[in-house]
């Protein structure tokens, strides 16, 4: 499982705006921190929402050693609370009380559409059906349908919130998280071979999953300049800074991080788009 919300959205200190008591206690390191300064503040406590509902059901499915069912009955409670977080009814989650009564407030504030955190939700029981299986994706397009549901979503809640819904931004949306998700596959390959998980699709090489992740990039580079404002700054941000990971990946770097120095590498790229 992956990181992409994080990498779709930049930079706030999360202890620096008392998160949820329910957020994950795992220490996950973050190329991309949450939230940054150039996400306009009356839009950080819906994202931080975002993020915590996605953090969490990834943990559910991901972290520790639990067996397969109890990880698949964890997401079934975790999808039912959800359901009724939607529905407005007034019955308080038992287990993640704080983080569903954020997301609500997000969700009513902003009329947040449903099916893209359902989406996500399958996503990640798909893969602890797959992990449990040691079942690998036979062909790209079953992995971007993957993608589709684990990482698309991400980027529509994200224009949702910022009032973009033309079909053009959402197509660019969609290419740029399906690389962030694929370059955060390749760059955990080391960790997720170790679980008995491997995305790589059946046939292709790493060298060519790069390659078609960087085209993906390249495909959506056109949304942060339809974006006005700081808005589309950070996307400029989120844009190149998948690009200097890939950049990494491409020189056989495992697991890279970002030092000081590529973070002003991607500050110049971004002015200079």
């Known amino acids: 499982m992956t990181d992409w919300l994080v990498i779709l959205t930049a930079g706030l200190t999360l202890s620096s705006d008392n998160p949820p008591q329910t957020m994950s206690s795992i ?102 059906i797959y992990t449990s299986a040691a079942q690998g994706y036979r062909s790209r397009e079953e992995l971007l349908d993957y993608c589709r549901r684990s990482a698309n979503p991400v980027g529509r809640l994200m224009l949702h919130l910022y009032g973009v819904t033309d079909e053009a931004s959402i197509h660019h949306s969609d290419a740029i998280c399906t690389a962030l998700q694929l370059i955060n596959f390749w760059q955990d390959r080391a960790q997720d071979l170790a679980r008995g998980r491997d995305y790589l699709p059946a046939g292709h090489t790493l060298a060519q999953e790069l390659s078609f992740a960087r085209a993906l990039m390249t495909q959506g580079a056109p949304l942060p300049k339809r974006i006005q404002g700081r808005a589309g700054w950070e996307l400029r941000a989120v844009l190149q800074g998948g690009l200097c990971i890939l950049d990494k990946l491409d020189a056989q770097q495992n697991r890279p991080r970002l030092s000081r120095m590529d973070y002003v590498r991607i500050a110049w790229r971004c002015w200079c788009m």
Not at 82 to 93: F, R
């Open 27 to 128: 220490d996950h390191y973050e190329n991309f921190p949450v939230a940054s300064w150039l996400c306009p503040a009356h839009l950080r406590a819906a994202v931080v929402a975002i993020y915590h509902f996605a953090r969490t059901a990834d943990d559910l499915a991901d972290e520790g050693d639990a067996p397969a069912h109890h990880r698949l009955n964890d997401l079934s409670e975790f999808k039912h609370d959800l359901g009724q977080c939607l529905s407005g009814a007034d019955a308080q989650s038992q287990r993640w009380p704080d983080l569903f009564a954020a997301l609500s407030q997000a969700i009513q504030q902003y009329q947040l559409p449903a099916q893209p955190l359902f989406d996500l939700l399958d996503a990640f029981e798909q893969d602890v």
